[in-house]
């Protein structure tokens, strides 16, 4: 399978922090997207890892790099193109555990979409059924364009595909809780705390 970690967000509310952007920020020896790499080739070593960004710092070893075509929105970091084969979309802020992306990897079933993460956060999105994450994708994309919606995550993303309200983080099916220490750095703040509890 293919792991897409999207890695082009703006990381406003990183500012720019210890001179780096947050998917470079550093735990132990390795950056983030350097442990997503390694964290996904050892629990899935046939897997075909991809960076999604438009940044050249984020390339890494294991993986290959791919500038997506669109850049506009949020939802733009759900590669569209990419989507031509089951995938898993990872978020390239996140710093997950082993026993976290040994979940992701492991995961099948027969939903056509299956969603993880806590009870606030999303961590990964597995496709199973390409044609069914693009048609609501594209869908999304263009009630953004229409002014309908202002934006699309991945709580969008999921409630859209539950038939839910887009709006809040309600859990419903196809959703994996993972509560194992697993998170993601969106400010400074959150990075310290993070390191200051290991």
Partial sequence: MRYIIMANGAATRWGNYLGVPKHLARVGEETL?????????????????????????????????YTPLRNDYEIDRFVLELLD?????????????PEAIDTICAAGGSSDLLFFGS???????????????????????AEIEEGSIPDCKGWQLYHRYLGMPLEGKAIGDDYVLIEDGTT?????SEYEAYLGNR
């Fill in 33 to 65: 997207l350097e442990r997503t790499v390694r964290l996904v080739g050892a629990a899935s070593p046939d897997a075909e890892v991809v960076i999604s960004a438009h940044d050249e710092r984020y390339r890494v070893k294991g993986a290959r790099f």
């Fill in 85 to 97: 084969e089951p995938c898993c979309f990872l978020y390239g802020d996140a710093c997950y555990t």
């Fill in 119 to 141: 009870s606030s956060r999303i961590f990964a999105v597995k496709v199973f059924a390409p044609e069914v994450a693009a048609s609501l994708l594209r869908d999304l994309r």
């Fill in 184 to 188: 993601d750095f969106n400010t400074p």
